[in-house]
């Protein structure tokens, strides 16, 4: 159950929140999953097509859209990687 947590914290934090879609969650819930299957490291070394399969999205654009809106709302902090062979960072705020 305590993988749930951090969904769960998710929802309630995003239930009054307008800015947040549905492509915003699927992204969160796929991070978590990565993140489960990483061994619930923080933060996690992430590339984008790790990702979309999970999240059932298909566009970069909007890949790096919503992890930057989530990031910059506060929901995890998301560092870029300007390198090819490296993951971006996520970290899960908790």
């Known amino acids: 159950m305590e993988h749930l947590k951090p969904l769960s914290d ?15 969650i699927a992204i969160y819930a796929a991070l978590l999953q990565y993140r489960v299957c ?3 490291v923080n933060p996690i070394e992430v590339y ?8 059932k999205i298909a566009s ?3 890949y790096h859209k919503c992890i930057r809106e989530l990031s910059d709302y506060g ?6 990687s300007s390198k090819k062979t490296q993951g971006s960072k ?5």
């Not at 996520?90 to 908790?94: P, Q, S």
Request: glycine share 2%.
């Open 10 to 24: 998710f929802f309630f934090a995003i239930e009054n929140d307008f800015r947040i879609s549905t492509t915003h």
């Open 38 to 40: 990483k061994g619930f």
């Open 48 to 55: 984008r097509y790790d990702i979309t399969p999970i999240a």
């Open 60 to 62: 970069a654009y909007t």
């Open 75 to 80: 929901y995890l902090k998301y560092e870029a």
């Open 90 to 94: 996520i970290y899960f705020l908790e």
